[in-house]
């Protein structure tokens, strides 16, 4: 079994075992003025929402697309972009510095942030701590209204992997899919 | 290096879960309502609705997909794929009439049959296809049967002329549906999203292609460039503006553009006009609605590119999925437009969102409350493999074999012994079989209707793309389905720069081949992979299966076996693949081959004729001489009214001809005032005295019935 198959395994058990937890959020959508309520004929409308993640039901999501997570006595909205790389990074490297934005927004109450809250799951199994870029350390917690942005990086193999959020340092609540690819 | 993200098998594929349930109804025979008769328990022909019961028709068509694509999960388009259908009908057998996309158009809203220069997208000049005087005014076979041409453009060019000999524009006694719909009182509109953005493109009458000095008699538009400044296709979409004119059915007949009245702006208008757009015509009380409205989305929202030279709405919606119809606005300078995209992925990735973000304003609407139906259809059924879908039918990833589950049609992959029986000399005219992928592409060409209650697979050709074979079977011509997604043979007469020293490999008076599709020279291009590796990461599609492969680390005698693309990848600019592709290596005989070093790059072979192959080359995959390509194939439509018990699943053979016959006879057209004579029969009462236009005409074609419209009871 090759990097690629053996990735793709991995990540197929992970998915399984995750995107049968996770959920979407019916929500009707708002009704613009002059535009009248959702006909009572329909099913009610269940729009493809993010999906909402916790401990005990974890959701898996990609890059660009958020998740709502429960914390202890909170919400938040968490979307994950990237990997960026570094500049120069050889061509066809097996080790790449994935460096990842994560945004948390919407918290209904004080969330507390932490490095040990996210960690990266490669290809191969192997888990990897991410710090936080040089000179942008971490805040405290994130604020309702307000929006956290942070820069964490690991050097991980090329290839698959998720990043992942435990809220409380232990339980995953949401995971992204990335792609490292070095070619 | 490029850097990617990608879209795993996130969502595991859950089965349709849709009702298959029998619901074709047993033929009513089809008694229409005679003119004047207004008993209130008279139905409407076939369709099993009463007179008044549909008040309001929402068109929304998009592109280029096939029912396997679109509705089985091989795309990850959710929101068409199970939210809509679990609303309304799915049609699972609707058919695209011809390829490869104005031709539906015109056909959906007259009646008329394709040919070359609208199968072609108009791309050479706005003109006129001839005059009234090309009209067919006599029957031709059975009276309404499958080879009467009564009320058909016959090309001046003659039958199966190639592209550009023939025009585009149709002569004024060619009516279209809006033109019965005028006759009898019934209000309609048509909506094009970003139409007029870009000064002088799409400025001639009806949004026809061109300034408003371009008409198509006396001054057509060039479809090539140059174009006017600000200008950079009239085909395909620009950044600001990515309407295209050939997707919109009202510039292309002078029963249209020669009457002012259809061409103002209560009647041809930006979906997102502030007074006179949709969303402002929903906001009216249901009886100022207009009772028909045609929605051409822009060529990304329609699922048309792939990859969004502008903006595909990705940043109209909020963080929780939902449309965000307060900061983003709907009408006026801050529609959703205006927003700014978060990524530029296109195809039904795109089409999911401006479905997300429009329909659910038609279904709160009080129009749509009292008797509306929103139709959300495509014009023809392009296959589904990579640069017409994200992932290919016969990919071996999670995605595309959940999707399998699905599908209407088995997709296989050629094998090593596939490529050897193309690889075989053939006999002077001859050529082998089709491989798989081949007939998997011809798939998305076949025909299907109902006539007197039967599914057929067959539509009338009309005159100007006809089928005929060889003495071998060979195809000679390009039919309605143009030869599309597969590889013809040479003509001996049109495609001599392919035709071999010996005139061995090509076919004698076959005309309009499109044999340019699929043979390609020897190519280089940028792979990657690590030393004894099975797989190599490189930009291939499953086209290129069984070509020759060579270069540092590829061992000797390899050749491309199984094709993956997956995706859709969420790309942040419009110049990026959507897709991630990659191969493995097989020798001859199938086995498996591993890389001897690290690659950077690949030759992949030269493709040739099957039977007739050069040194060095390799078959070209979609190669098929003698299956015929008659129809637009399988696309699928989704149908949502009150009228309509939500989660009802039709498996009756419909096409665009039986659309047009289905909106005929809801409106009552028959019942219009214009009923002087034209070249051929009248608008209001068609070709067949009850209201139908050209082959929609056809005796027994069976318009949407009972088994969609299955919650329309009675009156009482």
């Not at chain 2, 292309?252 to 702006?265: E, G, K, Q, Y």
């Not at chain 2, 279904?363 to 023809?380: H, M, P, Q, V």
Request: charged share 10%; hydrophobic share 35%.
């Amino acid at each position: 079994m090759n990097r690629r198959t053996a990735a793709a395994v991995l990540l197929l058990a992970v998915a399984t075992a995750l995107a049968g937890c996770s959920s979407a959020t019916p929500s009707p959508a708002a009704s613009p003025a002059g535009i009248g309520a959702w006909p009572s004929f329909l099913p009610s409308p269940t729009a493809a929402g993010a999906a909402h993640g916790s401990a005990t039901d974890p959701a898996l999501s990609f890059a660009g697309s958020p998740v709502v997570v429960d914390v202890a006595g909170a919400t938040l909205t968490v979307d994950v972009q990237g990997p960026s790389y570094p500049a120069g990074t050889p061509l066809n490297a097996t080790q790449v510095a994935c460096t990842f934005t994560v945004v948390l927004r919407d918290a209904s109450a004080p969330v507390a942030l932490g490095a040990a809250h996210f960690d990266v799951l490669d290809h191969t199994g192997a888990v990897h701590d991410l710090a936080p870029v040089a000179g942008q350390p971490l805040p405290a917690t994130v604020e309702p209204g307000a929006t956290a942005t942070l820069e964490l990086v690991a050097t991980v193999p090329a290839g698959e992997g998720m990043l992942r959020y435990a809220p409380d340092g232990t339980g995953t609540a949401a995971a992204w899919d990335y792609v490292a690819e070095t070619d | 290096m490029q850097i990617r993200r990608r879209l795993v098998g996130l969502t595991t594929v859950a089965a349709a879960g849709l009702a298959t349930a029998g619901l074709i109804a047993a033929p009513s025979g089809a008694f229409a309502a005679s003119h004047g008769d207004s008993r209130p328990e008279t139905t409407i022909t076939t369709t099993g609705l009463q007179p008044g019961q549909v008040k309001h028709v929402w068109l929304i068509i998009l592109e280029n997909k096939s029912y396997d694509a679109t509705f089985t999960g091989l795309n990850q388009n959710s929101y068409l794929w199970k939210t809509l259908p679990s609303q309304g009908a799915l049609l699972q057998d609707y058919y695209g009439t011809g390829h490869y996309s104005q031709d539906n158009y015109t056909s959906m809203v007259s009646g008329q049959s394709a040919s070359l220069d609208l199968q072609s997208d108009c791309d050479v000049s706005a003109r006129n296809l001839g005059s009234n005087a090309n009209i067919v005014t006599t029957h031709t076979g059975a009276t309404f049967g499958r080879t009467d041409n009564f009320g058909q453009v016959f090309s001046p060019a003659g039958a199966n002329a190639a592209d550009g000999q023939n025009g585009c524009v149709y002569p004024s006694d060619v009516p279209t549906l809006f033109n019965q719909l005028d006759a009898a009182k019934v209000s309609w509109k048509g909506y094009a999203q970003d139409l007029h953005n870009q000064p002088g493109r799409e400025d001639a009458t009806a949004g026809g292609p061109g300034t408003a000095a371009n008409n198509p008699t006396t001054n057509p538009t060039s479809m090539k460039a140059p174009f006017q400044p600000g200008v950079t296709s009239l085909t395909g979409a620009q950044a600001n503006d990515q309407y295209v004119a050939k997707h919109f059915p009202f510039p292309w007949f002078h029963a249209i553009l020669d009457n002012p009245a259809d061409t103002d702006a209560a009647h041809i208008a930006n979906l997102d006009d502030g007074a006179n757009g949709l969303v402002a015509d929903l906001q009216k009380p249901a009886d100022q609605v207009p009772a028909f409205s045609w929605i051409t989305p822009n060529n990304c929202s329609d699922a048309h590119d792939a990859t969004c030279v502008g903006n595909n709405l990705s940043g109209a919606f909020l963080a929780n999925g939902q449309p965000d119809y307060t900061a983003a606005g709907y009408h006026g300078t801050d529609d959703p437009r205006a927003t700014t995209p978060t990524n530029h992925t296109g195809g039904l990735y795109a089409s999911d969102l401006f479905l997300q973000y429009y329909i659910p304003l038609i279904e709160r609407s009080a129009a749509f409350k009292d008797g509306g139906l929103i139709d959300i259809t495509f014009d023809e059924a392009n296959p589904p493999f990579t640069n017409m879908s994200f992932n290919n039918a016969t990919d071996a990833t999670s995605v595309a074999k959940a999707a399998s589950k699905n599908e209407l049609y088995r997709y296989t992959s050629p094998t090593s012994r596939d490529v050897a029986a193309a690889s075989r000399p053939s006999p002077a005219h001859q050529f082998p079989a089709p491989g798989p992928l081949a007939k998997d592409y011809v798939k998305a060409d076949l025909a299907g209707q109902n006539i007197d209650g039967n599914n057929v697979t067959w539509e009338p050709t009309g005159p100007n793309s006809t089928l005929a074979t060889d003495a071998f079977g060979n195809q000679l011509y390009p039919g309605p389905g143009n030869n599309a997604f597969i590889t013809r043979p040479p003509s001996c007469e049109q495609d001599t720069a392919l035709v071999n020293a010996d005139a061995s490999n090509c076919v004698s008076g076959e005309k309009a081949s499109g044999a340019g599709y699929g043979y390609s020279g020897a190519k280089t291009i940028t792979a990657s992979a690590t030393a004894d590796s099975t797989t190599i990461v490189g930009p291939v599609t499953a086209t290129d299966t069984g070509r020759a492969v060579s270069g540092a680390g590829i061992p000797a005698g390899a050749h491309i076996g199984s094709v993956i693309n997956s995706g859709p990848v969420l790309v942040p600019a419009a110049n990026q693949p959507v897709t991630v592709s990659s191969f493995t290596l097989v020798d001859a005989k199938g086995r498996q081959l591993t890389t001897t070093g690290p690659v950077t790059g690949v030759t992949l072979s030269a493709t040739g004729v099957p039977g007739h192959l050069a040194a060095g080359q390799t078959p070209v995959a979609t190669f098929d001489a003698q299956d015929a390509t008659p129809g637009g194939g399988i696309t699928g439509s989704v149908l949502i009214s009150p009228l309509i018990k939500p989660g009802t699943v039709s498996t009756t053979s419909y096409n665009h001809y039986s659309w047009l016959r289905t909106m005929e006879d809801i409106f009552q057209v028959s019942e219009g005032t214009a009923t002087a004579p034209l070249a051929a029969g009248t608008v209001s009462g068609g070709l067949d005295g009850l209201g139908h236009l050209g082959f929609a005409a056809q005796a027994g074609l069976r318009p949407f019935g009972p088994d969609v419209f299955t919650n329309a009871s009675p009156k009482h």
